[in-house]
């Protein structure tokens, strides 16, 4: 950070704890940014004269006559069209090139959007993906996560969901991701000739864990100027929120404040809402997207991140390894897009939400003559079935490799039933089998 | 003269501030930051030392900052005009504010100033009048508001003067009433009120002895809510507590809804906006929105600002309650307030109590529950405030303590089951865990037998009955396998199937379905508690299931049908044959 005039320096530290510092200055506001020794630092507690700082790299080295310079301003992005192909840290620097890039600068963790002014989500995002499209249709304005464990190839399937979203503009936040996942995700978006529609802002596991909690607030603001300033539909990639979390405990232990459940700070609800709620559709016609990744331990979704996440987003897409087909699919049963009813049936075609809600019914049915299976009785020609239903429908439907359009899945889904069922077992409205069973 | 302080020391929303003079507990003050001030309310004292916890982002604030203390508590204004409004949780009205993000320090009136409203006196020159007592009517929407004796005025008066008969401003005075020293007081249609202390203008507050129809038949059937009754709904996240709420604030039999969006979803409330306006009230066929007064605190809003939405809500519903009104009040979700109590707790570091809530997290919500009520008017009309609150159980584990304080207090419990919502079997209220303490009310009871029928509260007991043994049937069932139970067993677990599908199960998004009136509940009930209490002959339990499951279809088109209409009754000879081919 460059030395701006008129600023004042002090030269006295008086407490150094493992992340903070505490100075003896005056004039210094909440939230301030400051470089302690060349390390920048933001104001988390004020009391009289004395500002506790935190040094987000950690105060190994600092010594009590450190420089403390304070820059006046909490912290801040520029903003403007050069954002774009560029990569940043957490300050929002770049790490690559020309390091002035201009643009107006913002404070970011900026103010909420009135809920009055907000538009009522209604746009289909079709991804191609079968287990997204056809059974938890994602719409513009909505904020959902993967639910996935760290071995699942979620990554992978949040770069294809990106490049296929049709987004005008595509900001990925990474927290704490391997630097091996940063180069994958900047090859795929170079190699697919998506470099004119994409910002990064990265915090690898070569940085320390702190400052990635500036990541969600750097990314939003950008995004927050694409879709408020220019009226685009901004997509927001954030991998991966437990780690964000982890940080936020982190910082709270330092903090010496008492820990709720799984250690989590007490907070930490109203901490991940901040940042998902400014998923939006904005009456000009722009849009925040947020798609997040919740890396869960063993699937285990009753962990505070993941069910605090749960409570806060419009659903979850849950990755699960098949053993039928060896494949990862989207779990039809846990996974869910609460806006999906706003979309599907009026912007996809009418059979959409009965055909979606029979072939998931078929599958829980396979998965009791499973159980059944499992516990030794005999199956019944129903039963049977219903087994070899579902292992097609995953490999046809569910699989996370598929892509081809809505209207292709629902006569697949079409053709799935007409091979193993009759028309009283698929139960549908009498007026849809006439137009769509397949003679 | 007001009491002036200074910011000594802050850590994220709450402030310490070192002040000039007296300071009250919870009183408001303002931080004067450049050219906007800061709400906040004071939470601690100690010395000269106010700890303030502030209702907005404290970025930026500074050592040394002015505060200005307001000399009266969180307060909210009640008067004509309070319908249809869209407030934050200070009752700033979000629709007067033309930016798109909600800047700092930024206000807006509750109610306009310069409406203008056609006054009928009701009271008369000589009348002795206490707090609540109504001194005028104004048409609001469809409803007569009256404008009563402040609140806040405890003593007895005598009117000096009621204004006649015309168009006014709310804040031009109406009447003039005497105390009983002889001071002459002036009054408005406004009055404003600590939000936090209850109104207690009334003559008396009963047990409540009616019940309240949401027109869910998993509800006003299975576990009725009464009329100033309480309930709450816990469960996992998915389970469909707001779509449940959604629906009973859009048919529930209510004069006034009150939804207090606590600290949840910014879309689901756009939702309400987007949908209200061109939804139909079934009771009276005027739109929904006339009747509703939306509190919307959103998660991203600030946090002390969420624990103040459930109170404004609470005193706005006691003020309808108050001209005789049929209020219900309905909060998504109390479990974010607890939060928000929970973070200011930690930030006074108090000593924590379970899961760090606060130690008196329990006295906190039973007191705001027990708010809630049917009371009568010291005109002898009655008013009620119906509570129904959710709570969003951490891992959906009913043993945290929000949910487990909330139990304490609240007299229905409609537990959302995961299974059931896995099963897509919609409310997912649980039949067997859920209850409402009401249908132990002997007033109740004898509300239900003169309005269903007699031995009514017996008949919903025997159907939880055989709920509960169809659920017992089918363990057995999976435990011992299908053909080596007696058949008696499937015609057990088939009749709560039946219950379960033909009656519990109810779709919310169904046109003619999502609302079911008491007189189709009741007909309904009885006709698949027939079925149940009929014995059938079974060749084996293929056909049982069989059996059972084209019942259920019939029945389940009967929901989807008009009430009587001839489709109805075209299902219903199905039923009827079906029944009869098999019968014993």
């Known amino acids: 950070m460059e030395t701006k005039a008129f600023q004042r320096v002090y030269t006295k530290i008086e407490n150094i704890t493992k992340a903070t510092v505490t100075v003896k200055a005056s004039g210094v506001g909440n939230e301030e940014l400051a470089t302690v020794n060349g390390n920048l630092a933001q104001v988390v507690k004020i009391d009289g004269d004395r500002i506790t700082l935190q040094v987000f790299s950690g105060t190994e080295g600092i010594a009590t006559n450190s420089e403390v310079i304070f820059q006046g301003t909490p912290p801040t992005l520029k903003v403007g ?18 390091k002035d890039i201009g643009g107006e600068e ?9 809920p009055y002014k907000r538009i009522q989500p209604s746009e289909f995002i079709p991804t191609g993906i079968a287990g997204i499209d056809l059974n938890n249709a994602l719409v513009s304005g909505q904020k959902i996560p993967f639910f996935a464990d760290p071995d699942q190839p979620y990554n992978q399937v949040m770069a294809e969901v990106a490049l296929r979203a049709k987004a005008d503009r595509i900001i990925l936040g990474g927290m704490g991701i391997s630097n091996d996942d940063f180069l994958y995700f900047k090859n795929v978006f170079e190699n697919a000739g998506a470099s004119d529609r994409i910002v990064f802002f990265v915090n690898t596991t070569e940085n320390p864990p702190v400052e990635r909690l500036l990541i969600p607030d750097m990314t939003l ?17 954030l991998t991966d929120m437990t780690l964000y979390a982890d940080a936020l405990a982190i910082v709270s232990n330092r903090m010496d404040q008492i820990p709720s459940k799984d250690s989590m700070p007490g907070s930490l609800y109203s901490d991940l809402a901040k940042i998902y709620e ?12 947020i798609i997040a990744v919740t890396t869960l331990s063993n699937g285990d979704i009753t962990h505070a991140v993941p069910d605090n996440t749960g409570y806060i987003t419009e659903g979850q897409l849950f990755l699960r390894n098949d053993s039928d087909t060896g494949k990862v699919i989207v779990d039809p049963f846990r996974s869910l897009s609460r806006l999906k009813q706003l979309v599907i049936g009026s912007k996809t075609r009418e059979d959409h939400p009965q055909v979606m809600n029979a072939a998931i019914r078929l599958y829980a049915d396979a998965a009791n003559a499973k159980t059944k299976l499992e516990n030794g009785f005999d199956l019944t020609d129903y039963d049977q079935r219903t087994l070899k239903f579902a292992k097609d429908y995953s490999n046809e439907l569910l699989a996370i490799d598929i892509n081809i359009d809505v209207t292709k899945m629902l006569d697949t889904t079409w053709d799935l039933f007409a ?21 | 003269m007001k009491t002036i302080g200074h910011i000594k020391g802050i850590t994220s929303n709450l402030v310490t501030v070192v002040v000039d003079g007296p300071v009250s507990q919870n009183e408001i003050c303002y931080i004067i930051l450049e050219d906007v001030k800061l709400m906040a309310e004071v939470i601690k004292i100690i010395g000269d030392l106010a700890y303030i916890q502030v209702f907005e982002s404290t970025r930026g604030l500074k050592s040394g900052m002015k505060v200005e203390f307001e000399d009266h508590l969180l307060e909210v204004v009640l008067a004509p005009g309070l319908l249809s409004q869209i407030y934050d949780g200070l009752q700033n009205d979000l629709a007067y504010l033309s930016t798109l993000f909600l800047e700092k320090g930024v206000i807006s009136p509750a109610v306009d100033y310069d409406a203008i409203w056609a006054f009928t006196p009701l009271a008369k020159v000589g009348d002795i009048v206490t707090a609540g007592d109504w001194l005028g009517s104004v048409p609001e929407k469809f409803i007569e508001h009256k404008i009563m004796v402040p609140f806040a005025m405890k003593e007895q008066y005598t009117v000096k003067s009621v204004i006649k008969k015309g168009d006014y401003k709310v804040t031009e005075k109406i009447a003039v009433i005497t105390d009983s020293e002889g001071n002459d007081h002036d009054i408005t249609m406004v009055q404003h009120w600590a939000v936090k202390e209850a109104i207690t203008a009334y003559k008396e507050k009963p047990r409540p002895y009616k019940v309240l129809e949401t027109g869910m038949r998993a509800i006003d059937t299975f576990n009725p809510l009464a009329e100033g009754g309480t309930g709450f709904i816990p469960g996992p996240f998915g389970a469909g507590k707001t779509v449940l709420q959604h629906a009973i604030s859009k048919q529930a039999e209510a004069d006034v809804i009150v939804m207090i969006a606590c600290g949840e979803r910014a879309n689901e409330v756009v939702e309400i906006f987007a949908e209200y306006p061109h939804l139909d009230d079934p009771h009276t066929g005027h739109k929904l929105i006339e009747r509703t007064t939306i509190i919307c605190n959103t ?9 103040a939405s459930v109170y404004t809500g609470m005193a706005i519903g006691e003020y309808y309650r108050a001209m005789a009104l049929k209020v219900l009040l309905l909060a998504d979700s109390t479990s974010r307030w607890a939060q928000a109590l929970r973070e200011m707790s930690n930030r006074l570091e108090e000593l924590p109590g379970p899961d760090a809530f606060p130690m008196d997290l329990s006295a906190v919500i039973s007191n705001y529950y027990s708010r809630a009520g049917i009371v009568t008017l010291n005109n002898g009309q009655t008013g009620s405030v119906t509570f129904l609150g959710t709570v969003s159980p951490a891992g959906g584990n009913l043993k945290e303590p929000v949910t487990e304080s909330t139990k304490k207090s609240a007299r229905c419990f409609y537990a959302l089951s995961q299974q059931r919502a896995d099963s897509k079997r919609y409310p997912a209220i649980d039949p067997i865990d859920s209850y409402s303490k009401y249908l132990e009310y002997p007033e109740i009871e004898k509300y239900l037998e003169e309005s269903r029928e007699n031995g009514w509260v017996k008949k919903v007991n025997g159907a939880k009955t055989l709920i509960l043994r169809g659920k017992e049937a089918y363990e057995q069932i999976n435990i011992l396998g299908d053909d080596s139970v007696p058949i008696e067993y499937h015609d057990k677990y088939w009749k709560s199937e039946l219950i379960d599908f033909g009656f519990l199960q109810q779709d919310s998004f169904d046109k003619m379905d999502s609302n079911c009136p008491k007189d189709r509940q009741h007909f309904m009930f009885n006709l698949v508690m027939d079925i149940c209490y009929s014995e059938f002959k079974h060749k084996g339990f293929e056909e049982c299931s069989k059996f059972y499951k084209e019942v259920i279809n019939e029945l389940r088109q009967m929901n989807f049908c008009e009430f009587n209409g001839d489709k109805f009754k075209e299902y219903k000879s199905q039923v009827d044959k079906l029944i009869s081919s098999q019968r014993i």
Request: hydrophobic share 40%; net charge positive.
């Open chain 2, 299 to 307: 998660s991203n809003m600030p946090v002390a600002a969420r624990e």
């Open chain 1, 106 to 114: 913002r404070e970011i963790g900026g103010p909420t959007v009135n």
């Open chain 1, 81 to 98: 069209d050069q954002l774009t192909g560029r990569i940043f840290n957490a300050f929002g620097e770049p790490i690559y090139g020309n």
């Open chain 1, 419 to 439: 091979r193993y069922f009759d028309k009283a077992e698929v139960a549908l409205k009498n007026e849809l089998v006439v137009k769509y069973w397949p003679k």
């Open chain 1, 221 to 237: 603001t950008a995004a927050e100027y694409f879709a408020v300033d220019k009226g685009e539909k901004v997509l927001v990639l």
């Open chain 1, 278 to 289: 400014k998923a939006v559709q904005l009456p000009n016609g722009g849009s925040i997207t």
